[in-house]
């Protein structure tokens, strides 16, 4: 008889940052019944930890869509650390709480003059 293969899954997360490679059972990580590699479970729950810290701040709640996709795109596209986008939300605590949620793109903003000083 030969040894049972083990179980193979296709990571769930949009943003998987092993292009699409299989995940073995026994290395997966499993968040609502989806199977994820540790470190994309590791990232979206940075991601998701972002958006309630900045939904915290502000008052419109249906805006937490919008507030996942702006810091996802900051993430993926435009290579902003995570944590400095963390960082500038849990400092900026007085100016979110007064302004939609398009000014979580001043962030990007402020790391590419950080970044590439001119």
């Known amino acids: 008889m030969a040894g049972k293969e083990e179980k193979e899954y296709i990571c769930a997360y949009k943003y998987c940052l092993h292009h699409g490679d299989r995940v073995k059972d026994s290395e997966s ?6 199977h994820y590699h540790w470190d994309c479970a590791g990232m979206k729950q940075e991601i ?3 958006v309630n810290t900045y939904m915290s701040y502000i008052e419109d ?6 507030a996942y ?6 993430v993926f596209k435009n290579r902003v ?8 939300i849990e400092s ?3 100016y ?3 302004k939609p949620v398009q000014v979580l793109y001043g ?3 402020l790391f590419y003059e950080q970044e590439f000083k001119v």
């Not at 990580?29 to 989806?34: D, F, L, Y």
């Open 29 to 34: 990580v499993v968040i609502n019944r989806k």
């Open 48 to 50: 998701t930890d972002c």
């Open 61 to 66: 709640k249906t805006k937490y869509p919008i």
């Open 69 to 74: 996709r702006a810091i996802n795109t900051m």
């Open 81 to 88: 650390p995570i944590e400095y986008i963390r960082k500038n």
């Open 92 to 94: 900026s605590k007085l």
């Open 96 to 98: 979110y709480s007064q």
């Open 107 to 109: 962030i990007r903003k």
